[in-house]
């Protein structure tokens, strides 16, 4: 009878939201307008003839300088707690390095590789899950098969990891999101990072390493969780190359004119400049001197970023009370509280997310698709749902989050019932 009640009243605040004809997204882990309104002064760090020269006296108006201008490669190298020699600057997004970089080792192998892979029967990569969907969608369009690897509270199974590598010789590469993962906001244990640089594995394999949320801390304090180094240990593993490392600055200052990085071995990098010398004659040097006129150095970045945490400490903290007041003792859900990044991972009874969206969309409300956060969009328990809440209002956002709640009640108690 209890279950009875909660599922009419359930029903009867869905059809009063229903009538709301409301209209909310959240679908994508985008900054809202008051996060990109912090960094108006951005846009005028660089305005005249005189502005236009990096600190060597080179003119940033025209061709040349393929890995970045200096201080640029110092600032992002800051950011990403690596050697500034490490590192290449790229354009506003990361995810197209990736793609590069794969595309790189498909079509003419890496500097470990005896043949390309697209050369080999088959091609995997490992894939922690819940993860982030457009990595999964690299691999999908290249033709590489993906392998599911369970998170754990310290970061992928390493137990899992370990023992499809040495069994599986086609396993060449693997996607991690090592800093307030996408979507689970977990931070990689010291073991963790130890084990991905030691693990045995071929030659030609390659780590995915993307630290998108390295600096994106909730806390007042502008800091957070801490990595250990990872291109630090696998050189100290005898595996330098293994590592590509990513960031990028889109969530930080502005998504389409952001800058991003990649950071990896001296080998790895004499090796790409030698294929981005064929595709580039250099990145927007304008858009690095922007950036680095903005904030001068990693102290400016990090009051920077505590900006971004006033604005969304709230958000997280709003979903997160949203959550303990509807599910508190009714076993319909279970969710992560992350220190930073984008991200709550939620995760329903199985069989029950894809249902719950549909529905909250029928309201007016949507959110990332039930199973995008698996590769080939299959959860197989049909259960998480990622919760974006940095794009939204608060006012939006609690509505969205309620409607959610309500749409998980519905269909938890209605499968419940008809067992």
Known sequence: ????????????????????????????????????????????????KNDCFSENGFDCRNYGILEGIAEARRLMADVMEVSADNVIIGGN?????????????????????KQPWSKLEKVKFICPVPGYDRHFS?????????????????????????????????????????????????????????????????????????NAYVIHHLSETGDGDKLLNIID??????????????????KVTFPGAGISALATSTENINFIKGYMNVQTIGNDKLNQLRHVRFFKDINGVTEHMKKHA??????????????????????FAKWNEPKGGYFISLFTNNNCAKAAIQMAKECGVTFTAAG?????????????????????????LITAIEVLCVCIKIVSIKQMLNK
């Open 1 to 48: 009878m209890e279950l009875t009640d909660m599922l009419n009243k359930s029903l009867e605040r869905y059809n009063n939201y229903k009538e709301m004809n409301l209209n909310l997204d959240m679908s994508r882990g985008k900054p809202g307008s008051d996060q990109l309104d912090i960094s108006e002064g951005f846009l005028t760090s660089v305005s005249e």
């Open 93 to 113: 997004s990361s995810l197209n390095m990736m793609f590069d970089t794969i595309m790189r080792d498909m079509f003419f192998g890496n500097i470990d590789s």
């Open 138 to 210: 690299i691999c999908q369009k290249l033709g590489i098969e993906m392998v599911n690897v369970k998170m754990t509270n310290d970061g992928p199974d390493m137990d899992e990891v370990e023992e499809l590598i040495a069994n599986d010789n086609s396993i060449k590469g693997m996607w991690c999101v090592p800093k307030y993962s996408n979507p689970d906001g977990i931070s990689y244990s010291n073991e963790v990072v130890r084990r991905l640089a030691t693990m045995k594995a071929a030659d030609d394999f390659r780590i995915m390493y993307d």
């Open 233 to 250: 240990e696998c050189a100290k593993a005898g595996n330098p190359n293994r590592i590509y490392m990513y960031a990028s600055t889109s």
């Open 310 to 331: 006033e604005i969304l400490r709230p958000k997280f903290e709003n979903v997160i009370s949203i959550l303990n007041k509807e599910f508190d003792g009714t076993g």
């Open 372 to 396: 995008a956060t698996y590769p080939y969009g299959k959860d197989p328990a049909d259960s998480n749902i990622r919760i974006a809440p940095t794009y939204p209002s608060i006012n939006e």
